[in-house]
């Protein structure tokens, strides 16, 4: 489970590695260690900023090593690449500290998935996270579009304003997931059938799958007493991707045609389908 959950305006940058305890600078800007050493023992150090003045900056001399992330007060460095590299951190002052970082042997990484995940201005959808070291960190080019916060053992997700934002999901401080989150007005209408045409036998039932609306929806058929009709709940929790799913479920109780049609009702768009009860 989540042991904590960090969110911040992220300064994301691919740089360098790793840690090892030594003793503290003397000057305005200051941190913990002065060098690291990483491994696949050790694939990552916490590096703390004892004092500066703030709006800190990172960069390397080895883009290659690692990947770092800069959460408050703390420098996370993660390792990658055998090697060594100088990390130096700066303050808004124009203060300085170089940390030097060696990588000794190789640690393993996956490559971040990406996802796009459509956000309704005013909705709030969810992602459950079981690591304990869990890390979410808006990038700050979309900080003022979504609204990230943790409730138990989930991270839900906002829409704010229209627009883009860009999610990085941490596991042991590396990332693993990108969610580019687009902030929209409306959800795309979508119903989820192999065909137009349905035939039914007499008595025999069906249904129809919304997979993407805005949550309001109406039924309606071109001739009474063929086919009744019914809106029920989506039998499992919604994915990133689906956008208030629902099941339209009809009965066939009489010989005929007639045409449903299932409604968005917030934005008009509608879908029909003929359906031809033997």
């Known amino acids: 489970m989540i042991?904590?959950?960090f969110f911040l305006f992220?300064?994301?940058?691919?740089i360098v590695s790793c840690s090892k305890n030594e003793d503290e600078q003397i000057g305005p800007?200051?941190?913990?260690?002065?060098?690291?050493?990483?491994?696949?023992?050790?694939?990552y150090?916490?590096?703390q900023i004892i004092k500066g003045s703030g709006s800190y900056s990172v960069s390397s001399s080895n883009e290659s090593v690692a990947e770092y992330l800069l959460l408050e007060n703390t420098l996370y460095i993660s390792g990658n690449a055998i090697g060594n590299a100088v990390v130096t951190l700066s303050d808004g002052e124009g203060n300085s500290v170089k940390i030097k970082v060696e990588v000794k042997n190789y640690i393993a990484r996956i490559v971040p998935l990406s996802t796009v995940v459509f956000l309704k201005k005013g909705d709030t959808k969810s992602i459950e996270v079981t690591k304990a070291n869990a890390v979410f960190a808006i990038h700050s080019s979309g900080s003022n579009s979504i609204q990230v916060k943790e409730s138990g053992n989930k991270v839900l997700i906002s829409g704010l304003s229209l627009g883009a934002a860009t999610l990085y999901y941490f596991e042991d401080f590396w990332p693993t997931q990108i969610y580019n989150v687009q902030i929209i007005e409306h959800y795309s209408f979508s119903i989820s059938s192999s065909s137009t045409n349905i035939s039914v036998t007499k008595g025999n039932d069906g249904e129809l799958y919304i997979i993407s609306g805005n949550g309001s929806y109406s039924l309606s058929t071109s001739a009474s007493g063929v086919i009744s009709t019914e809106l029920r709940p989506y039998p499992i929790a919604a994915t990133l991707s689906q956008n208030n799913p629902a099941v339209v479920y009809y009965k066939a109780i009489a010989t005929g045609v007639t045409v449903l049609t299932v409604t968005d009702n917030e934005t008009g768009e509608s879908k029909s389908f003929s359906i031809r009860v033997n």
């Not at 992220?10 to 691919?14: E, G, H, P």
């Open 45 to 47: 150090a916490a590096i």
């Open 29 to 43: 800007l200051q941190v913990d260690k002065s060098s690291v050493v990483l491994s696949t023992d050790n694939p």
């Open 10 to 14: 992220l300064a994301l940058v691919t």
């Open 3 to 5: 042991k904590k959950i």
